[in-house]
């Protein structure tokens, strides 16, 4: 008896112990990011300006979003810019995955290569890529003293074209990630199916149009999941690019969230324009992890 007492005891112990090991992280996730956004929600009711207000007004701050022209200008860059960035990055991922794939030499080289961005920070990124587009600084002054009088690039200085020198910078970052999510989706294809096919007389278009991007299926929402989820929340690179002109002509979501709540003190509509974003989250996240789960199951 006295010898299996200590050994349900600690056998207890090394139960318990992952918990108490996880439980003071759990307890500052719960109050520092599921608490804030509970709390940011109430005060998207509330009259809060420059500081935190009790003072209940329903639904009067949403409604005084969506009046705001300045909303309705970030949503519209969101859709370009969400637009764009996905559909480039995808494309351009599934490219480049393809290219690796074909086990050319020095796959162990371009691979690292295309992968580098990522590992840069979004501010480093809109930063570099700030001097690269500046004309007075950039490749525009850069072929001019090469002689090429004529060449002009100054989108990051146009209204019109400004939200695209964005989707530039964000593209060079994210593609690399794609394509090593391509390139791990097309390893993983069975090639008894492939040999089949090619047996059968199929082409290398029809292969990759009717199996193996088919089978990419579960890759491409991966993908979108993840870059839908980036685009929405884009700050720190916009910042850094544009700083959100001119004007407004680079203004998303996440900028006009700052601005009101830490520029303007108009914190209760910054923190409605938040639950918005969360929203918009929400929205494309909860119904991947629905589907992925079910398919578990």
């Given amino acids: 008896m006295s010898l299996t007492v200590p050994g349900k005891v600690s056998s207890r112990l090394r139960d318990i112990l992952p918990r108490l090991v996880l439980s003071p992280s759990l307890f500052l996730i719960l109050i520092f990011v599921y608490g804030f956004i509970l709390f940011t929600g109430y005060l998207s009711f509330t009259d ?31 859709a370009i810019f969400g637009i764009l960035y996905i559909a480039i990055c995808c494309i351009l991922g599934l490219m480049l ?9 020095g796959e162990g080289i371009l691979r ?18 700030k001097w690269f587009l500046d004309p007075g600084l950039g490749l525009e002054n850069t072929m001019h003293l090469w002689g090429w009088d004529s060449f002009a690039f100054n989108w ?18 994210s593609s690399g990630f794609v394509m090593a999510m391509f390139l791990a989706g097309l390893r993983g294809i069975d090639g008894e199916i492939l040999k089949a096919a090619q047996m059968d007389g199929a082409r290398n278009w029809s292969l990759y149009t009717r199996i193996i991007i088919p089978q990419l299926r579960p890759v ?8 839908a989820h980036l685009a929405i929340k884009a700050y720190d690179l916009v910042i850094a690019l544009t700083n959100g002109g001119p004007g407004r002509a680079t203004e998303l979501p996440a ?13 209760a509509v910054g923190a409605s324009s938040a639950v918005i974003m969360l929203a918009m989250i929400a929205a494309i996240i909860v119904p ?10």
Avoid at 97 to 105: E, H, P, S, T, Y
Wanted: proline fraction near 3%; hydrophobic fraction near 50%; glycine fraction near 2%.
């Fill in 48 to 78: 809060s300006r420059m500081l935190p207000s009790f003072d209940w007004v329903g639904l009067a701050n949403y409604s005084n979003l969506w009046g705001q022209r300045n909303w309705m200008t970030a949503l519209q860059n969101l």
């Fill in 97 to 105: 995955a393809i290219f690796l794939d074909q086990k050319i030499r």
């Fill in 112 to 129: 690292p290569i295309y992968l580098y961005p990522m590992a840069l920070s979004f501010i480093v990124t809109g930063t570099a890529w």
């Fill in 156 to 173: 990051i200085k146009d209204r019109n074209m400004a939200i695209y020198t964005v989707v530039i910078a964000a593209v060079w970052q």
């Fill in 220 to 227: 491409f929402l991966s993908a979108f999941v993840v870059l």
């Fill in 255 to 267: 900028t006009f969230m700052y601005s009101y709540t830490f520029t303007r003190n108009q914190m």
């Fill in 288 to 297: 991947y992890l629905y589907s992925e789960l079910r398919e578990h199951r």
